[in-house]
C-alpha cells in the first residue's frame, strides 16, 4: 500500500476550498501558496494527513464531493471546517498543523461549525485572572454566523496559545497601555474570542454568557425527543 499526504486549502475566495494529494507536502505547499491554482489565489495550508492508499482516499473524496466540484478541478465549493472534520478523522499521521494533535484540530474545526448555532446578539465575558488579579470584561457580537469581539473589551497579558491562527491574531491585535482592545476583531468561534481576551487558551462555550446569564453552551444542547 502506498502512503501519501491528502491536503486542504482555502482560498481567497470564501466557501471555494482545495483538496489534493501529495507526496512532498512541502514542496507542493510552497507551490501553491506562492502561485495559486487555476487562477485562484491566496491558497493557505489548513490541515494536511499521511495515510495508506492516498489515491483511492482521493478519488473517493472526489466522488463523494462530485456535485461541489468546480469544473475539472481540484477546486470544491464546500465548507472548511466540515471538511477538516472529516480529514482528521481519517487512519493516518497528522502532517499539518504540527503545532496541534489530530484531536485538537478536530474539536476546533467542530466547534467553528457548531458556531452557526448561536443567536445573533451581545454577549460578554468576566473572568478574574490569576498573575495580574484584575478582572477582564469582554463583549463580543454574533450577526449571521459572523463572530466578532468588539473594541473597548478589556484584555490580560498574553501567555500561550497552540493554535496558529489565535497567535497570529493576537500578535496584530492594537491595545491601549491598559489592555483595551482599540479594534473590533473577527473571530473564528467563541474559545477563539474568550482566549484572545483571557490569554490562554479557554471554553468559550462556557466562558460566554447571554442576557440571562447563561453559557452560550445552552445553544449547543438540543432537548431530548419527548419519544426518547
Known amino acids: 500500500m502506498s502512503k501519501g499526504i491528502i491536503y486542504v486549502c482555502s482560498t481567497i475566495v470564501p466557501g471555494l476550498i482545495k483538496i489534493g494529494r501529495t507526496t512532498n507536502f512541502q514542496a507542493r505547499m510552497r507551490n501553491l501558496e506562492e502561485n495559486g491554482y487555476r487562477n485562484v489565489g491566496g491558497l493557505q495550508r489548513q490541515f494536511a494527513i499521511e495515510i495508506e492508499n492516498h489515491e483511492d482516499v482521493e478519488q473517493l ?9 468546480v469544473g475539472n478541478t481540484e477546486l470544491f465549493s464546500l465548507d472548511l471546517n466540515k471538511t477538516i472534520q472529516l480529514l482528521s478523522s481519517l487512519s493516518g499521521k497528522q502532517v499539518y ?16 461549525v457548531q458556531s452557526q448555532m448561536i443567536p445573533d446578539g451581545e454577549y460578554v465575558l468576566s473572568r478574574k485572572i490569576k498573575e495580574t488579579n484584575q478582572t477582564v470584561n469582554a ?39 491598559s489592555g483595551i482592545l482599540l479594534e473590533d476583531i473577527e473571530c473564528s ?26 453559557p452560550i453552551d445552552v445553544y449547543r444542547k438540543k432537548p431530548l425527543d419527548e419519544n426518547d
Do not use: C
Not at 473524496?61 to 466540484?69: E, T, V, W, Y
Not at 498543523?97 to 467553528?112: G, L, N, R, S
Not at 463580543?140 to 498574553?158: Q, W
Open 139 to 177: 463583549k463580543m457580537t454574533v450577526a449571521n454566523g459572523i463572530i466578532i469581539l468588539k473594541k473597548g473589551s478589556k484584555i490580560a497579558p498574553y501567555k500561550e496559545y497552540k493554535t496558529p491562527t489565535w497567535i497570529s491574531a493576537r500578535k496584530t491585535m492594537q491595545l491601549d497601555d
Open 97 to 112: 498543523p504540527t503545532t496541534e494533535t489530530k484531536q485538537e484540530v478536530f474539536e476546533k474545526a467542530t466547534e467553528i
Open 189 to 214: 468561534a467563541p474559545s477563539m474570542a474568550a482566549a484572545l481576551v483571557v490569554g490562554h487558551a479557554a471554553n468559550g462555550w462556557i466562558t460566554w454568557k447571554n442576557k440571562d446569564n447563561q
Open 61 to 69: 473524496l472526489d466522488d463523494i464531493f462530485a456535485k461541489s466540484r
